[in-house]
Structure formats: C-alpha cells, structure tokens
C-alpha cells in the first residue's frame, strides 16, 4: 500500500511540475501569441509534404515500384524523426477527417442547399431528404455541433495518449515508428478493426441508444433522431456522448486493443470516415452501387422509422448483425440480399463456370497425349 501511495506521490509531483514548466510557454502578450501562431501553422504545413512528394513521384519521374516503396520509407522517416510522436498522429488524423469527411459533407450539404433540384434527383427519396427542409436554424445546429464533436473527439485522443505517455508514462496507444508495417499487416489489422467496430457498434447503437430508458436515450431521439432522413453531416449530429459512445469509441477501441501502427490508424480512420460519408449522405449514386448503396438504404430506413415512432431496427452499419439477430427493418433488404445483389451484377456464378470449364477442359487435354502414347506402344 505503501509503495502504491508513493508511485501515485511521484506521478502527481511529475505532473505537477511539468505542468509549471509548460506554463512558461505560453505567451503573454499579442506579439508572443502571433508567434507562436505563425511557427505552429508553419510546422502544419510542413507535415504533408513527404505524403505530396511522394505521390508526385509517379507523375514527374518513371521510377519502378521498388524506388517508390524506398523513397516512401526514406521520406516517411524524415517525417517521423522531424515531428514528435504527437504531432504526427493527431495532425495525421485531423487532416484525413477533414479531407475525408468534413469538406465532402460541407460539399454535399452546399450542394443539397445550393441546387436542390438538381440533387433530389440522386437522392433515395427525392425531394423529401432535401435538408433544407429543415431550416436554416437547424442546418446552422447540424453543422456546428457536428463539427464540435469532430474536434472532441481529436481532442479526446490526444489527452489519452498525453495520459499514457506523459502521466503513466507507458508507451503510446499507437505505435509511431519510422519502421513500415508490411501490407499484410495492415489488411489484417484493418479487417479486424472493421470487424470490433461493428459489434461494437450494434451493441452500442442498439442497446444504449434505443432499448434501455436513460439519458442516452433521450439524447440520441432528441439529438439526431430530430431529423427525419440523414444527410452526411448528421453522421457525427448528436449529443456529444452519444457521439463518443456510438461513433468514436467502436472506431478508437480496435487501435487502443491490437495498437495500431498509426499509418495502419491513418487508413482505417480514413476508410470509417468514407464509409459514414456515403453510407449517411441519402445519395443512390454511390461508388459501390449495391453494398453502399444498401447501407445507405437502410440507415436512411432507419431514421425514417425512428421518426414516425415505430420499432427501430437496422442497428448495424453492414447489416450483418441485424440479419443474424433479426433486426432488421421489416420493409428492407437484408446484407444477403445485397450480397446477393451483388454476385448477381459481376455475374459471379457464370465466372465461376467459366472457371472450372477451363480447369476440366485443360485437364482433359492434358490426357488426351498421354493415351495416344500408351495406344502407340501397345
């Protein structure tokens, strides 16, 4: 006990002191503040450029992948041992949500408001998921609450890592190394990452938002359950708990349990925010036409039957959990319906026979020399 007393003395004193001395950094009057501006968006810039040079690699040389993969590990050390472990995770991500997610939304959403006849056309259901019928107080709400739990939830991550790091003084939930991750690796970790962020998001979405009576509950209807079809902003449109518990926390658990290389966190933020860009956007053009177009479909159904005050279903973001738990929309298809759907528009089972038609007739052909010999020697 005693020995647990003095580690959490030690701890706090550390804290306590570092805390003083970071107090020294900060400025004190308007020309020190201009300074230490202008130096941290200079250092912003600067964190991308390894990432522009060497995609532009292949457009201004004829260089062969083996240089490129060197001059991507070269560069991408460069970045790691001129930026400090923080830097590059927090700035990495803040960029990839904006690039991802927040300046498409603001795209779809200026040209939902900016051409409504013409977008009604690519939306699921026309007209009706036009967001200007929601007003311009409310639009204002949607996008500046969505925004605010964009930036909370970077800044939760970054107090968790200063936690560890700095206060527990452990090693960082995402591993920042100059050393590249194979890309077996990362395939792996990201489709374990998928597959942890889905249950969790079920668990979560289903049990905590709209089973058990709580707070959450009364959040998440009065929130974003206000408005009636989704448009990509109101992917993060909610009180900001429901936000951490709903969307932040299935997407940062798999990092926080496998520890995540942060370029394997990098793409896998990235595709999760592609995905609740699509999948909330209300658009039936999507790049997928039937996997998309499906998870689409069935958020938007969702929201509808939330709305009108009938049982919710359609929890999942695949629509894989709904099957097997039975929760799925009654006036929906499921995922394998859309599977289905899908095997169907890359005519996977004429391929298929196409396939083990070549196998048979290239194995028939093959022995067809081997009887003509044994009949020549008989």
């Known amino acids: 006990m005693a020995a647990i007393q003095q580690s959490l003395r030690d701890h706090l004193l550390y804290a306590s002191g570092y805390l003083k001395g970071r107090s020294f950094t900060v400025p004190t009057s308007f020309s020190q503040l201009y300074g230490v501006t202008v130096a941290r968006f200079t250092n912003l810039l600067s964190l991308p450029l390894p990432f522009l040079s060497f995609l532009a690699l292949p457009v201004l040389g004829t260089s062969t992948t083996t240089i490129n993969l060197v001059f991507f590990y070269l560069t991408w050390s460069a970045l790691v041992l001129s930026h400090d472990q923080l830097t590059v995770e927090l700035y990495g991500t803040l960029a990839i949500r904006l690039l991802c997610f927040v300046l498409p939304a603001c795209g779809f959403l200026g040209f939902d408001c900016l051409l409504p006849s013409l977008s009604k056309s690519f939306k699921n259901r026309g007209a009706s998921q036009s967001p200007l019928r929601l007003g311009r107080k409310k639009l204002l709400e949607i996008v500046g609450f969505s925004l605010l739990n964009v930036c909370l939830a970077l800044v939760l991550q970054a107090a968790l890592e200063f936690f560890f790091t700095d206060i527990l003084r452990t090693k960082s939930i995402l591993k920042v190394t100059s050393a590249v991750p194979w890309p077996l690796t990362i395939l792996k970790d990201v489709a374990k990452g998928f597959a942890i962020r889905s249950i969790v998001s079920y668990l979560v979405h289903r049990f905590l938002l709209h089973t058990y009576d709580s707070p959450l509950k009364t959040w998440h209807l009065q929130w974003q359950h206000s408005v009636r079809l989704p448009f990509s902003l109101v992917a993060a449109y909610d009180h900001p708990v429901n936000y951490l518990l709903g969307q932040w926390l299935p997407t940062y658990l798999p990092a926080y349990l496998f520890r995540f290389h942060v370029l ?76 289905q759907a899908e095997a169907e528009k890359h005519n996977v089972q004429d391929r298929a026979e196409g396939v083990m038609d070549g196998i048979v007739s290239g194995v028939k052909g093959r022995k067809r020399p081997n009887t003509r010999a044994q009949r020549k020697k008989s």
């Open 264 to 339: 394997t966190w990098h793409l896998f933020i990235a595709l999760c925010s592609l995905e609740e860009l699509f999948v909330y956007s209300g658009y039936a053009v999507l790049p997928s036409s039937i996997v998309l177009v499906g998870m689409a479909r069935r958020t938007d159904e969702h929201f509808d039957v939330v709305y009108d005050g009938k049982e919710a279903g359609n929890f999942g973001r695949f629509g894989i959990l709904d099957f097997v738990c039975g929760t799925t929309c009654a006036k929906e298809d499921d995922a394998v319906d859309d599977i």
